[in-house]
Nanobody, 122 residues
Framework: QEQPVESGGGAVQAGGSLTLSCAAS????????VGWFRQAPGMERELVASISWDGAHTVYADAIKGRFTISRDNAKTTVYLHMSSLKLEDTAVYYC???????????????WGQGTQVTVSS
């Protein structure tokens, strides 16, 4: 069954950087938009960033604009989220998911990974 695997999370001090990876099995991943989401304790899951199948179109949440960058390498069926200038409020479990139908934007995410924890401390 198609399910991506997230990695790269960890503990980091405020102001630091991390790069998350979302690795998927199967070539079908290359044809769809992929998003990074996060969920903090007691909060709803929210979209952080998304990228189209060819990397030409990206979307970012206002809270992370200018600090996070999403990219993908279809040859490796992997999507990355480079996070810099991390803040305490970036602490969350980060998930990736591809859209069920679209190659451009993520509006109906499906095929979730297990998530990777990011903890930012002062």
């Amino acid at each position: 069954q198609e399910q991506p695997v997230e990695s790269g999370g960890g503990a980091v001090q405020a102001g630091g950087s991390l790069t998350l990876s979302c690795a998927a099995s199967g070539p079908i991943f290359d044809s769809y938009a992929v998003g990074w989401f996060r969920q903090a304790p007691g909060m709803e899951r929210e979209l952080v960033a998304s990228i189209s199948w060819d990397g030409a179109h990206t979307v970012y949440a206002d809270a992370i604009k200018g600090r996070f960058t999403i990219s993908r390498d279809n040859a490796k069926t992997t999507v990355y989220l480079h996070m810099s200038s991390l803040k305490l409020e970036d602490t969350a479990v980060y998930y990736c998911a591809r859209d069920k139908f679209s190659g451009v934007v993520v509006t109906q995410p499906g095929y979730w990974g297990q998530g990777t924890q990011v903890t930012v401390s002062s």
